[in-house]
């Protein structure tokens, strides 16, 4: 008897599938999987229950419902995703922004208050931050850093998408050497997960996000160590050095800041009730 795939029934197997291979949201995945290659939104999903999908639909579903099994993040499998209520396209080339973040695009929003100034984002993978940042601050001028070339191309063409191409500077470099200016504030989350972390990431993140964008040496503090040490001679007086932080690192982190003489040290946790971004000023 041939089977006849109508949209619920693939979507029910497509569910159990994903379930089977251990993904936490198995129903949503399946969902925004075949809206995407059916180009539908999940309303119109819903409205089209019954219908049947011919074999082309179903030869354009099967690969990527393949993959997702196989762990391979859906925001890549899209080729986007939303930060700070903005599309980002994302390509294994850059991390996928996650909503944690945005914590650090508030903190940074709290502690302007010049219509003007500059801002550089360090280690800006798709340009979340940068560019979220530039949509606030429409004088202020946004240099985004990067040592991946692939990265920073995406986040040009981020910086394009979001109509903000001609605020944005993109610049390749190492955040060991940041640029010789001085900046009202430097925003940053940089690689922060331990070597000995790493078994602990979700197959997701270890299998198929840029391991460059992820680990750093010296447990962790790594890149909070070479910022913190920059910070007096690349910030402006009053200026603001933010990052964010894995939740274990609060202590380690604010001892840094404290130790490079940065004033108003502070922590901020995000919604779940962990630290997230700690702060410090340059008086
Ligand atoms: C955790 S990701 C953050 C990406 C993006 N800012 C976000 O929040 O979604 C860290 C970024 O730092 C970059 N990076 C790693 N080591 C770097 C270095 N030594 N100098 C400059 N950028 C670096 C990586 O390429 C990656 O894009």
């Known amino acids: 008897m041939t089977v006849i795939w109508t949209l619920l029934r693939l979507l029910r197997w497509t569910t159990d599938y994903f379930d089977g291979k251990g993904i936490s949201n198995p129903r949503l995945d399946a969902e925004l999987l075949l809206a995407h290659v059916l180009e539908l939104d999940r309303v119109g999903l819903y409205l089209n229950y019954e219908r049947p999908l011919n074999e082309a639909e179903l030869d354009a579903i099967r690969p990527l419902v393949k993959r997702r099994g196989q762990r391979e993040p859906l925001q890549y499998l899209l080729g986007q995703?939303?930060?700070?209520?903005?599309p980002f396209e994302v390509t294994p080339a850059v991390l996928i922004p996650r909503a944690d973040t945005e914590i650090l695009v508030e903190e940074a929003l709290n502690r302007v208050d010049a219509e003007v100034g500059e801002l550089l984002d360090v280690g800006t993978g798709s340009g979340a931050i940068a560019i979220s940042l530039a949509t606030e601050l429409a004088d202020w001028q946004?240099?985004?850093?990067?040592?991946?070339?692939?990265?920073?191309?995406?986040?040009r063409r981020n910086a394009e998408r979001n109509g903000v191409a001609g605020q944005v500077r993109f610049l390749?470099?190492?955040?060991?050497?940041?640029?010789?200016?001085?900046?009202?504030?430097?925003v940053s989350n940089p690689p922060y997960v331990a070597q000995a972390e790493w078994d602990e990431l979700m197959p997701e993140v270890r299998c198929f996000e840029p391991r460059q964008a992820l680990l750093a040496e010296?447990?962790?503090l790594d890149c909070y160590r070479k910022l913190t040490s920059q910070a007096q001679n690349r910030l402006k007086p009053r200026g603001w050095l933010?990052?964010?932080i894995?939740?274990?690192?609060?202590?380690?982190?604010?001892q840094l800041f404290t130790a490079a003489g940065l004033q108003d040290v502070f922590v901020?946790?995000?919604?779940?009730?962990?630290?997230?971004?700690?702060?410090?000023?340059?008086?």
């Not at 040592?147 to 995406?154: D, M, P, R």
């Not at 390749?172 to 430097?186: F, K």
């Not at 901020?268 to 008086?283: E, F, K, M, S």
């Open 81 to 86: 995703t939303e930060f700070w209520s903005l």
């Open 142 to 155: 946004v240099s985004a850093l990067d040592l991946s070339v692939e990265a920073l191309e995406v986040a």
């Open 172 to 186: 390749q470099a190492d955040l060991a050497q940041l640029p010789q200016q001085q900046y009202d504030l430097i």
């Open 218 to 220: 010296d447990n962790g």
């Open 242 to 244: 933010l990052v964010e």
């Open 246 to 254: 894995g939740y274990r690192q609060a202590e380690a982190v604010q």
């Open 268 to 283: 901020r946790d995000d919604y779940a009730g962990l630290p997230r971004v700690v702060g410090g000023c340059h008086r």
